[in-house]
């Protein structure tokens, strides 16, 4: 097989998801651990080696162009994919570290693990923590598969054969720009416009697509699905569309004004996120900890 010319370094593409899901250079430097001149740098080395502009400049952040939302989406494959091979070699290996292999849905991987594996690391300084982003439906395969040690993921329901623990709550907010006829109404929307709109949807299978769909019923064919929360939000900030997302993933965009919540009469979409690890395995050591450290932080929360 010849490997194909455009795929870049796969730590240059790490920077250009972290951007995105930052939402500026300087925010992506402070997660990477890099000056904002490098992250500078790897962006613009990935957007000369594939010819395309990825990001929208600007005095409030990066924004994505509408080929930087396709290749954002494409790239997170890469970096899952590339995550699962280095933890098969890890399996291989035998590493004498202790290993955590978690597998959760993407608001839960991108807004919450973070902050509970890094107080893991300093429960178990010498535990390896492995986060597999996905759809809840995937985490819940992968969790019976025997793959990963524990899930974590958005959707009402789980399975029968899975025990779990509620470990936060969250809602679904209806999003748009400041400019969408929507938010310049000021009013709130009624269920059947929400429902007769195309919006840019999560993909079936995800926490956040059950959920709207439980509460809604039957909607509108999605104008766009993808794979990310990042990915939508780039969407509905680059185009006219709405779109329904994860309160946790857009509380940044909501408080600098460059989303607006828009209210929907009469409906509400709460939810409770959820560990789920397989009922004759169990639940044990690190991984056991992580679950109680996800409780006791988001207890704590205001």
Do not use: C
Request: no cysteine; aromatic share 2%.
């Amino acid at each position: 097989m010849v490997l194909p010319a455009r795929v870049p370094d796969l730590s240059a593409l790490d920077v250009v998801v972290s951007v995105a899901r930052q939402g500026s250079m300087s925010a992506a430097a402070r997660e990477q651990n890099l000056s904002q001149q490098a992250i500078s740098a790897r962006v613009h080395a990935v957007e000369r080696e594939l010819g395309v502009v990825l990001f929208r400049r600007s005095p409030s952040g990066t924004e994505l162009t509408p080929e930087g939302v396709a290749v954002l989406e494409w790239a997170s494959g890469l970096l899952d994919a590339a995550e699962r091979f280095s933890a098969g070699i890890d399996s291989l290996l035998g590493s004498k570290r202790a290993t955590v292999t978690v597998a959760a849905s993407m608001t839960v991987a991108e807004y919450l693990i973070p902050s509970w594996a890094l107080a893991l690391r300093r429960l178990h300084p010498e535990t390896r923590i492995r986060v597999q982003p996905m759809n809840s439906a995937d985490v819940i395969r992968d969790v019976l598969a025997g793959s990963v040690d524990v899930g974590f993921v958005e959707g009402p329901h789980t399975d029968s054969r899975l025990d779990h623990r509620a470990v936060a709550h969250d809602e679904l907010v209806v999003i748009t720009r400041p400019d969408h006829p929507w938010a310049r109404a000021g009013r709130a929307i009624s269920p059947a416009e929400l429902m007769r709109t195309p919006l840019v949807q999560r993909e079936l299978g995800s926490g956040t697509r059950v959920t709207f769909e439980a509460a809604l019923g039957e909607a509108a064919d999605p104008l766009l699905e993808l794979t990310s929360v990042a990915a939508v939000k780039a969407a509905v900030l680059s185009s006219d569309a709405p779109a329904v997302l994860s309160s946790l993933s857009v509380a940044p965009e909501l408080a600098d004004g460059k989303l607006v919540r828009i209210e929907v009469s009469g409906v509400a979409m709460p939810r409770v996120l959820r560990a789920v690890w397989d009922r004759n395995r169990g639940l044990r050591g690190p991984a056991r900890d992580l679950v109680d450290l996800a409780i006791t932080r988001s207890s704590a929360s205001p």
